[in-house]
């Protein structure tokens, strides 16, 4: 429940955005996984089903020194509203028999210009006493929506429904998160940017990202938010296709096991929440190297129940070390650039970690290595990296 304070919340908007939100996110996971199926159902080499991601994230990377100042240059439901239209129009182009990679690369574009003015809505919809509230609200939803997302997007595109009906529902969920952004009160414009010149907010953005990875603490925020970020997105892709393998799964069964750290992270979440704090990040490292050894022992296990544990255990200590470092990541990025900044900042090392490790992923899969060699190579980068960042940071700090 939010806790009670001096304002209420102003239901007009929140509850909407809340709303559209959880619809959005839905619609993004469940997406994923229809699309997958797609791929599969035209007899594409298997190297296209990782290639999804890339296509969805490179929007994020292109488009991050000009969406925050967009988010910033109208209202903000306003800009969900277009985002989310975006988002249909990929999703119904799918189903109209557009490529599903030139497809899922329209929706990327919507979710890369919704990114900043779901971050931003909230400090101008809420008193400041209400945020931290209703912060968790909204990361308990999109955790939520991650899970049911993965659960739905499983069974729509199992053999029992035909995929164009399962893009057509998806479609659907856009389109109604479309319609509950427009009942977010359109709120006063209090940033809105000084130039509109492309190059001017190129050069703008660069200068205050190289500013953050100069900043050892922001350094060290940015750099490991960036590898889980990474890892955990190609994980889901690497979950499905090593439970094919080893468990003998169809989609949608393995869309349950990614589901199963989607869980596991929001549990670690709360645990780290409640007893870490934002100093001691660099004290909780070695967790990531416990993550990469559970990776590796994925390659020995032959039975759903231990590949559930062992992936429940892998979302919780990524949980456990990534709200800290999130909080530290906003912390130094709101006083060294500015949270608009900070967060087109955030936005672009996260997808760009997520496009490099996707597309190792796919480049192996494209040289046809077992996908157990796969599993435990992804591993061992991450506890080798965990390794060498627990280390270097630890000297740092001394």
């Known amino acids: 429940m939010l806790q009670r304070r001096s304002k209420p919340i102003d239901s007009r908007g929140f509850y909407p955005f809340l709303t559209a939100q959880f619809l959005s996110a839905l619609a993004d996971n469940a997406l994923l996984f229809a699309a997958i199926a797609l791929i599969a159902s035209t007899g594409a080499p298997n190297w296209h089903e990782p290639l999804l991601l890339q296509f969805f994230v490179i929007a994020y990377v292109i488009l991050a020194p000009f969406v925050g100042a967009f988010a910033d240059a109208k209202p903000k439901g306003q800009v969900m509203f277009i985002a989310n239209s975006i988002k249909f129009i990929g999703c119904l182009t799918m189903f109209f028999g557009l490529e599903p990679l030139y497809a899922y690369a329209i929706v990327g574009v919507g979710a890369a210009a919704y990114s900043p003015a779901k971050y931003g809505i909230l400090t101008e919809l809420l008193p400041k006493e209400s945020l931290v509230p209703a912060n968790g609200w909204v990361e308990g939803l999109t955790v939520a929506a991650i899970i049911f997302g993965a659960v739905i997007g499983g069974e729509l595109a199992s053999k029992n429904m035909d995929l164009s009906y399962a893009i057509l529902i998806i479609s659907a969920l856009y389109l109604l998160a479309a319609v509950f952004n427009r009942y977010i009160p359109i709120l006063p414009i209090n940033h809105k940017p000084r130039k509109k010149n492309p190059w001017f907010l190129t050069q703008d953005f660069f200068r205050s990202y ?53 869980l596991g992270v929001a549990v670690g979440s709360i645990i780290s929440s409640r007893y870490v704090r934002m100093e001691d990040s660099v004290k909780i490292l070695p967790l990531g190297i416990l993550m990469g050894a559970l990776v590796c022992s994925m390659v020995f296990i032959t039975s759903w129940e231990t590949a559930a544990l062992v992936l429940f255990l892998i979302g919780v200590f990524s949980g456990i070390l990534i709200v800290p470092l999130n909080a530290l990541l906003q912390y130094r990025g709101h006083i060294l650039i500015g949270a608009g900044h900070s967060i087109a900042a955030q936005n672009f090392s996260e997808n760009l970690g997520i496009l490099i490790l996707s597309g190792a992923y796919t480049l192996m899969v494209g040289l046809n290595l077992p996908i157990n060699g796969i599993v435990f190579i992804f591993g061992l980068f991450v506890l080798l990296t965990m390794v060498i960042a627990s280390q270097y940071y630890a000297e740092q700090k001394h």
Not at 246 to 260: E, P, R
């Open 210 to 262: 190289l500013k953050l990875w100069k900043d050892p603490l922001g350094q060290l925020s940015l750099a490991v938010t960036t590898l889980f970020w990474g890892a955990g997105a190609t994980l889901r892709l690497v979950v499905i296709a090593w439970a094919a393998f080893a468990l003998h799964y169809g989609l949608d069964q393995a869309t349950k096991l990614t589901a199963v750290v989607a």
